[in-house]
């Protein structure tokens, strides 16, 4: 008797390990689309990095050779890719430069207080 009333539950059983199983995958893939994005932007995210880099260097000339910074923007290619974005400021006694690097979608900045 016992048996003809449990006909349904390996099934049911069956349909909540395949749902527990199917959430998992998604999860994971997920995760895993997730890291392959942030893998593929790493190279444009070092470049944005070095083009913010190269606009607190050049702050830094222009400040030992002319004496004094303004804020100003230059692209480093041709193409209008690669660029940055330099702003100044007196905090006290102390200079502040930002500079925003940017290649494609990735911004990237630097911060130098002296």
Known sequence: MKKEKQKGVSL??????MAALLAVAFG???????EIKLARDIPKSLV???????????AIYQ?????????????????DEICYEVTTE?????????SNGSYKDIQRAIEIRY
């Not at 994971?28 to 997730?34: E, I, K, M, Q, Y």
């Not at 400040?63 to 193409?79: A, W």
């Open 28 to 34: 994971l893939s997920r995760l895993s689309l997730g």
């Open 48 to 58: 944005a990095f070095y083009a913010a880099d190269s606009g607190i260097e050049r």
């Open 12 to 17: 049911l059983l069956t349909l909540l390990i």
């Open 90 to 98: 007196m905090d006290g006694s102390t200079r502040v430069i930002i």
């Open 63 to 79: 400040d030992r050779v002319l004496g004094s910074i303004s804020n100003f923007n230059d692209c480093v290619d041709d193409s």
